[in-house]
């Protein structure tokens, strides 16, 4: 068994403080205080891994953080279970459906009516045409995740019961089990809510409906610091803003909550790969969830995180303005070049040629669901496959502008592409993340 280390530092970053370590990207690695697999019926403390280091003779140096315990919110695991469960009937019609269609599913084949949402890891994410009112995700190699996902859950659920944060949904959802080849596979199945899926519209909502979600945002606050949920991406905690009361209020949804940790403090202020909570909201909303999160986070924190959304929103109004001066208003508006008067090495222009070939064909055919702005946050390039849905070693004979690119002088002339197309007036900017890769902002 490979060694295993723990760290109770909730903002650990392995590229931080351990540059040569490997992040996995599975969230179904949870390991008891020995280091050993854990189920959800392993006493003791588990604990998530979330980097490991190579020393050696294939041998791993593990790190990992400690989950919440289950005893932090009291609840009743009998009634919180019929609670998440209620409405979640499964006929037998359905069932043989799922027989069906899962095998199919998971040997790569197209499926008619099935619209697979993702395949994120070690899940699939889908979608039947004639059960329009549920959504079904399963895990590929492994169960645990949709364990660690129902258990989280419950305890989600316990938490906004004791604390009566009524503006906060969590969608109703089942495990199941459904026979395949003779074996067994689970099944989550959940209550499709009324929301926009997309990241950018998400954000959106969150500034548009601002007025209205401000007890809204206060209960998550108290949600965050109860659970430890910390993956505070908009599209984790959606706005359903179809709905409100008689006095105009929205709820907010709560998705996905089995990413939690004991310290609470990254789901406020976030990491280089989400915004947190106060990545979201508005100032007035900030006040409020600081009274919530003081003693999770610092005053320095706290001045920091305002501070960046405020930068944030400044991004906005000066991407608003670039869109009027380029008359942007769908987001499928393609680039236009004078490749004459761009400022570039000759020997790159072909390539340049091809990039903005890629981009204008990816915001052609970008789904309404995304703001104008979102068609045009494009993550053109990264060295890391994770975050790229082909995988090639040549991307540029791809149709599609994710591309991996292992070669170092191939990713640096793409940044200098863009560089040069920013000072152009083509693109309005460009974001390099160490580990995922180049976003432009077209």
Avoid at 212 to 219: D, F, I
Avoid at 242 to 250: I, N, S, V, Y
Wanted: glycine share 6%; hydrophobic share 40%; aromatic share 10%.
């Amino acid at each position: 068994m490979p060694h295993f280390v723990s760290t109770y530092n909730a903002r650990f970053d392995q590229y931080q403080h351990l540059p040569d370590c490997k992040k996995f990207m599975s969230l179904g690695r949870i390991v008891d205080e020995e280091g050993n697999p854990a189920t959800a019926d392993t006493p003791g403390p588990h604990y998530q891994l979330i980097a490991k280091k190579n020393v050696g003779d294939e041998r791993y140096l593990r790190f990992g953080v400690p989950l919440p315990k289950a005893k932090q919110v009291d609840w009743d695991e009998k009634t919180c279970t019929q609670e998440l469960e209620r409405g979640i009937e499964i006929s037998d019609r359905l069932m043989r459906d799922l027989e069906e269609v899962l095998p199919l599913l998971l040997r790569g084949k197209k499926v008619r009516g099935l619209s697979l949402f993702s395949k994120a890891g070690n899940n699939y994410v889908f979608t039947l045409d004639w059960v329009p009112n549920f959504i079904f995700k399963c895990g590929v190699d492994s169960e645990w995740p949709l364990r660690l996902r129902f258990a989280a859950t419950i305890q989600g659920v316990a938490a906004c019961r004791r604390l009566k944060l009524d503006r906060l949904v969590i969608p109703h959802a089942k495990q199941i089990k459904v026979g395949i080849d003779g074996l067994y596979k689970t099944l989550w199945v959940e209550e499709r809510l009324p929301i926009n899926p997309t990241r950018s519209a998400q954000e959106h909502f969150y500034t548009m409906y601002s007025s209205s979600l401000n007890e809204a945002v206060r209960q998550l606050a108290v949600f965050i610091k109860a659970t430890g949920f910390y993956d505070t991406q908009a599209t984790n905690m959606p706005v359903l803003h179809q709905e409100k009361d008689a006095l105009g209020h929205r709820k907010i949804a709560l998705i996905d909550l089995e990413t939690r940790r004991g310290d609470p403090e990254q789901g406020f202020i976030g990491n280089h790969l989400f915004p947190g909570l106060f990545g979201l909201i508005s100032q007035v909303q900030a006040q409020l969830v600081y009274k919530v999160a003081k003693g999770v986070i610092s005053d320095a924190q706290y001045a920091e995180a305002v501070e960046k959304r405020l930068q944030a929103i400044e991004r906005q109004k000066s991407l608003q303005a670039f869109y009027k001066e380029n008359r942007v208003i769908t987001g499928h508006e393609p680039l236009f070049v004078d490749m004459d008067n761009l400022d570039l090495d000759p020997n790159l222009v072909p390539l340049a040629i091809t990039i903005i070939e890629k981009v204008n064909k990816y915001m052609k055919v970008r789904s309404e669901d995304h703001t104008a702005m979102g068609k045009r946050d494009i993550l053109l390039s990264s060295k890391n496959r994770a975050f790229a849905p082909f995988k090639t070693e040549e991307p540029l004979e791809r149709s599609h502008p994710f591309l991996v690119v292992r070669n170092e002088k191939l990713h640096q002339e793409i940044r200098q592409v863009v560089d040069a197309l920013i000072k152009h007036g083509a693109i309005f900017d460009m974001i390099w993340d160490e580990f995922r890769g180049i976003y432009i902002q077209a």
